[in-house]
């Protein structure tokens, strides 16, 4: 992991995902900020950058600096600073909140929506609602290296009933990569639990056909070959 050199940083045409409206983007032909800390490898590119138009109190935004997106907001009880930093450690964007305390004043921030949605329970109805109406947020934001990651989110919403917006999200990585194998049987799953028999076998039928045209017709798991 490496951290990208701290500079300004011009977000005027981020798209604003955070869930409130940011006064800041108006009014201004660019909006330069200090990047205060980033997160950066070979896959993602994140940031968190210091709203110095904010003068009521410190606050940063999180950013996906390849998507071009606005994420979060992050109040700070410090001056110039994000009360937080990002965990270079990590496989994915987590952030790590300054709550006070020393090591165990230390709060976790997966910014990827599975991480997320891996870690929530199936009775906190509200913050699903609200990573979904992220999700929807940034979907057309999405490029084909992300694939893996919006159909792990499609999964989670899965396997705790959300159907619906699964199938949205699916749809969305299958236009992005149509060769993303395990879409199709995630689909067929899907569509199976809407007792949408038709289209399950369908989906289960062109998940196999791939398996096979990638001599993989022996991980096919017995059901769907029972099923087929």
Not at 58 to 75: A, E, G, S, Y
Not at 121 to 139: A, T
Not at 144 to 155: G, I, M, S, T, W
Request: charged share 25%; proline share 4%; net charge neutral.
């Amino acid at each position: 992991m490496s951290s990208a050199s701290y500079a300004d940083l011009d977000i005027k045409h981020y798209k604003n995902c955070t869930g409130f409206p940011l006064v800041e983007l108006n009014g201004h032909s660019k909006l330069v900020l200090p990047i205060i800390d980033s997160y950066q490898n070979h896959q993602y590119h994140y940031s968190a950058v210091l709203d110095r138009f904010e003068t009521e109190m410190t606050q940063c935004f999180v950013v996906d600096n390849n998507r071009k997106v606005i994420l979060d907001t992050i109040p700070s009880l410090i001056s110039n600073s994000c009360s937080g930093q990002w965990d270079k450690k990590s496989k994915t964007p987590l952030w790590m909140a300054d709550i006070g305390g020393g090591k165990d004043g230390v709060e976790y921030f997966p910014y990827l929506p599975s991480e997320q949605l891996k870690q929530v329970h199936k009775s906190e109805v509200s913050e699903i609602r609200q990573i979904i109406k992220s999700i929807d947020c940034q979907l057309s934001t999405y490029q084909k290296q992300d694939a893996v990651e919006l159909n792990d989110a499609a999964f989670f919403l899965y396997q705790m009933g959300y159907y619906d917006d699964s199938l949205r999200l699916l749809k969305h990585v299958i236009t992005l990569d149509p060769n993303r194998t395990v879409a199709y049987l995630n689909r067929a799953d899907v569509y199976f639990a809407l007792k949408n028999l038709g289209q399950a076998r369908k989906n289960y039928m062109i998940y196999a056909d791939q398996m096979k045209k990638s001599g993989l017709s022996n991980k096919v798991p017995l059901r769907i070959k029972q099923y087929l």
